[in-house]
């Protein structure tokens, strides 16, 4: 169901913050050091198993493993969408992306009428900004904004920290843009060895060393997190500092971003606050990123608006219990609508889910669609089934599509999907085989429909209420060419 309500002042960490606030001036000073600084550390295209705290051996995450062992790790967060923009859009405004117009979009717009928590951080005394990538890939210029909706931009952290002006607080996002990393073949050999291909992928060389240049990106964004840790640890503020450090989307490779699968939108997450959160924890909640907004804000004693769909986390972060902490948190909703720009007409593959513990349900509202984009028209940048960005991996499948051991998982990438999807992830933990048309599942199917349903209609979802969708109608701020390719292969 929906959850829309206002947080006041009045909560615990608020109200220590008002009686502050309402002190002689002298005392303001004292009021503002009081509210934590915040710093938010997001990736691009990672996903959840892919940090050392979640025990892969093929990686080195120290900075993430930090904030995990000196606070709380969680195992069931996920992202709102399985695309970069309305991730960002959804973080920012804690709203589920069918509320937010072209918000919704990759390459779209975030209308200015959406407030965006960083904004509200700055009225109340923050000292806010930005490094590498904040909300986008997009345009803010049409929604009526002047910037970022994640703030100004920086260079790097000093350069954001010398811009501070004395006893402010700080709210810094630190994202980073993907690059090749400055070393993908230091321990090559024996990285290919531990790499664990997931089964809906060949296991071969090419794809194993695909894997590890991704993770050398994963180390290379780790990197400049830990340099921000020993800032805080030299500066002597980390223990005033509330850190979040997790991605806004899954890892790019085929079936993955940006589909509702969890390799498109399970993410890992830390969360480190010294002598507020507890360290050592593992909480086995549903978050859903769009709850990291309100968290923000209440902690620093600031109102959360009213439309903020999301949900704080300071209720489980300041509780000592580990696991399921809250019974409420049982599930999450994810969302997508137009990716890239990549079928006739640039039309997207809209679609929601439902994740328990136990199932994951998906509808599908254009199943006539292709998934992937298109296997006749090419982007310009990613090619034939652009909604999977161009990898050596994607083209290793696409050379071997007629391949006995290819073909099945080239179809779980690229094929048509049914209007209804649903996973037993007790017996089907990587989501491969569709049990949605298993009579034996009717019941499960229809409860797990029924309670999506009921959600997205609270939340004013026009796919829900029958109205007619417009986001496959908003502009698209990026390349629009396709070109016909008359050698191009569609799956049989």
Known sequence: MSHVFCISTSTIMGLAVAVLTTTASGDVAAAETSQPNILFCLADNHSWLHVGAM????????????????????THAFACAASCTPSRSGILTGQDIWRLEQGANLFGTLPAKFTVYPDLLKEAGYHIGYAGKGWGPGRFEPGGRTRNPAGPKYVDFKSYLDARSPGKPFYFWMGILRRPPADVDSGEK????????????????????????????????????????????????????????????GMDFPRCYPNLYDTGTHEYLAIHWANKVKPGRTVDDFVNLIDLGPTFLEAAGVDVPAPMT????????????????????????????????????????????????????????????????????SN?????????????????????????????????????????????????????????????????????????????????????????????????????????????????
């Open 310 to 377: 999301g949900r704080s986390l300071l209720p489980i972060l300041l509780s000592d219990k580990s696991g399921r902490v809250d019974p409420n948190r049982d599930h999450v909703i994810t969302a997508r609508e137009r990716h890239d720009w990549c079928r006739e007409n640039g039309v997207g593959y809209p679609s929601r889910a439902i994740r328990t513990y136990d199932y994951l349900y998906i509808r599908n509202y254009e199943p006539d669609r292709w998934p992937a984009g298109s296997p006749v028209l």
């Open 190 to 249: 024996d990285r290919l060895k531990r790499v664990e291909v997931p089964p809906f992928l060949p296991d071969n060389d090419v794809v194993r060393r695909h894997f590890v240049e991704y993770f050398a990106k994963i180390e290379v964004y780790d990197q400049m997190v830990q340099s921000i840790l020993d800032t805080l640890d030299e500066t002597g503020e980390l223990d005033n500092t509330l850190i979040v450090y997790t991605c806004d989307n």
């Open 55 to 74: 025990g892969n051996r093929a990686i080195k995450t120290p900075a993430f493993d930090r904030v995990a062992r000196e606070g709380a790790l969680f």
């Open 380 to 492: 310009e940048s990613e090619g034939l089934y652009s909604d999977c960005d161009r990898s050596t991996t994607k083209d290793y499948m696409m050379a071997h599509h007629s391949d006995p051991d290819v073909r099945p998982l080239y179809r779980l990438a690229f094929a048509k999907r049914p209007a209804e999807e649903l996973y037993d992830l007790s017996r089907d933990p990587h989501q491969m085989k569709n049990v949605a048309s298993d009579a034996s599942y009717h019941v499960i199917k229809s409860q797990l429909a029924s309670r999506l349903e009921e959600h997205l209609k609270l939340g004013g979802d026009p796919r829900a209420l029958g109205r007619k969708a417009p986001w496959d109608a908003y502009p698209y701020y990026g390349r629009t060419k396709l070109t016909f390719d008359p050698d191009a292969f569609v799956p049989q």
